[in-house]
Nanobody, 122 residues
Framework: VQLQASGGGLVQAGGSLRLSCAAS????????MGWFRQAPGKEREFVAI????????YYADSVKGRFTISRDNAKNTVYLQMNSLKPEDTAVYYC????????????????WGKGTLVTVSS
């Protein structure tokens, strides 16, 4: 599975962005998909994850209520709708896919895409 994230950019605090992650391959619908982020000088952290059919989602506490993960298996795409953005959301955002067991904290990812930069100005 090859993954390509897009949709990052510069936004003011309080604004919104929607990230997309396009996946190649015919087995996209069998993978759980996750979003992660890495801020400058910090370790990569889990943001959100969605099950293969979209029926189960989990979020990091820091984004719960502001971010929404969704997927369209017909388009081989997973999305991250980000609302009420804060300067501390500034990071490179990555999408990832899990083909086997995964956890609600995002463990178990098998494939990673290149990131897209989100910058939130105060």
């Amino acid at each position: 599975v090859q993954l390509q994230a897009s949709g990052g950019g510069l936004v003011q605090a309080g604004g919104s962005l929607r990230l997309s992650c396009a996946a190649s391959g015919r087995t996209f619908s069998s993978y759980a998909m996750g979003w992660f982020r890495q801020a400058p000088g910090k370790e990569r952290e889990f943001v959100a994850i969605i099950s293969w059919n979209g029926g189960i989602t989990y979020y990091a506490d820091s984004v719960k209520g502001r971010f929404t993960i969704s997927r369209d298996n017909a388009k081989n795409t997973v999305y991250l709708q980000m609302n009420s953005l804060k300067p501390e959301d500034t990071a490179v955002y990555y999408c990832a896919a899990a083909g086997g067991r995964w956890t609600k904290n995002g463990d178990g990812m098998d494939y990673w895409g290149k990131g897209t930069l989100v910058t939130v100005s105060s």
